[in-house]
């Protein structure tokens, strides 16, 4: 075994450097580790709990391989991990700046850089200060929804759709969309119930095509203590569909005079996905910077959404992870 620092299944597998400080910084580390962590859980046959979205929009467990969370098998020397960079299959249908993913998987077999999978990550700490006190099924904890997190969600759900834009176009009823001011709250909020409806629309006709998108591993800790708990490790993986649920059923929900972050997240998905059923591209940093909703100079920003876990269903990593040994 190498003296070099490293996670497990990383060393010389991705674009982090583990011998630098900044790699076991809050920034770095929050993405690496969970990769690090499913992998750990590929190699002791435990598959992380998949969330997707069923045909009552609910939102399903079951499971999910290593294996399909990235793109090929953890243990294949080809396997190449990219943290923080652009998923380059985008690329046709994006005009201007493609965002980046917090992390793509790729190919690298014979000297190639074919992209696998895009997938957001989101390290969670359970349980969070409001339910810290409570028994441990009553713990939740909270995610944070970044406008980047949107923009990857309306390009799988794009994806879906190539080659059948004009399915997408009608299942967006276009009748109205067509003629929306979308910067003016006024008129767009009232539209919020239709639009949330037309988005469950084209979510309900592709339920079979849904696919990862989202790996959330949970960190879970005794109290407000640095102690982990017992059954500390655990990971999550959401689909692109399930996804939607974080902000789509608030949005529904919040009916009154303010426009909110979530009901905000629902325009910029439903505008996103109607510009590119209309003209083959969408353009996320217009969309997300001239939709606001708010002083011109208030810039989008993330919010969080509270989850009551389903960890208690799942079986827990009881055994922490550091630097390739167990």
Not at 147 to 154: E, H
Not at 231 to 253: E, I, M, Y
Request: hydrophobic letters at 35%.
């Amino acid at each position: 075994m190498s003296g070099e620092p490293s996670l497990f299944g990383l060393a010389g597998r991705s674009n982090r450097d583990f011998s630098l400080r900044e790699a076991w910084g809050k920034n770095q580390f929050n993405n690496c580790f969970p990769a690090s962590l499913a992998f750990y859980m590929n190699r002791e046959d435990l598959a992380p709990v998949y969330l997707t979205l069923d045909e009552d929009f609910e939102v399903r467990h079951s499971k999910i391989s290593a294996v399909e969370v990235f793109g090929a098998d953890p243990e294949s020397e080809n396997l190449f991990f990219c943290f923080e960079s652009q998923y380059t299959p985008y690329h046709s249908m994006v005009v201007g700046r493609l965002t980046r993913a917090d992390l793509v998987t790729m190919d690298v077999s014979e000297g190639g850089g074919k992209c696998l999978r895009s997938v957001e990550i989101k390290l969670t700490a359970l349980p969070d200060s409001s339910t810290v006190d409570r028994p441990d099924e009553e713990q939740s904890c909270e995610i944070v929804v970044r406008p980047d997190t949107i923009v990857y969600a309306a390009l799988s759900v794009a994806r879906i759709f190539e080659g059948r834009r004009d399915d997408l176009h009608e299942l967006l009823d276009p009748d109205y969309c067509g003629g929306v001011d979308w910067q003016s709250s006024e008129d767009v909020r009232p539209l919020i119930p239709e639009l949330a409806d037309d988005l469950d629309r084209v979510l309900g006709s592709e339920l079979e095509r849904q696919s990862p998108l989202m790996m959330q591993p949970v960190w879970k800790t005794e109290g407000k203590t640095l102690q982990l708990h017992e059954q500390c490790f655990d990971v999550f993986v959401w689909s692109d569909l399930a996804l939607t649920r974080l902000f789509l059923d608030r949005a529904k929900s919040q009916m009154g005079e303010r426009m909110t972050r979530e009901m905000r997240s629902v325009v910029w998905m439903v505008k996103m996905l109607h510009d590119f059923a209309s003209t083959g591209s969408m353009n996320p940093d217009r969309v997300i910077n001239e939709i606001v909703y708010a002083p011109k100079t208030t810039k989008p920003s993330p919010y969080r959404v509270r989850v009551r876990f389903i960890i208690y269903e799942a079986r827990s990593l009881r055994v922490p992870v550091w630097g390739g040994r167990r």
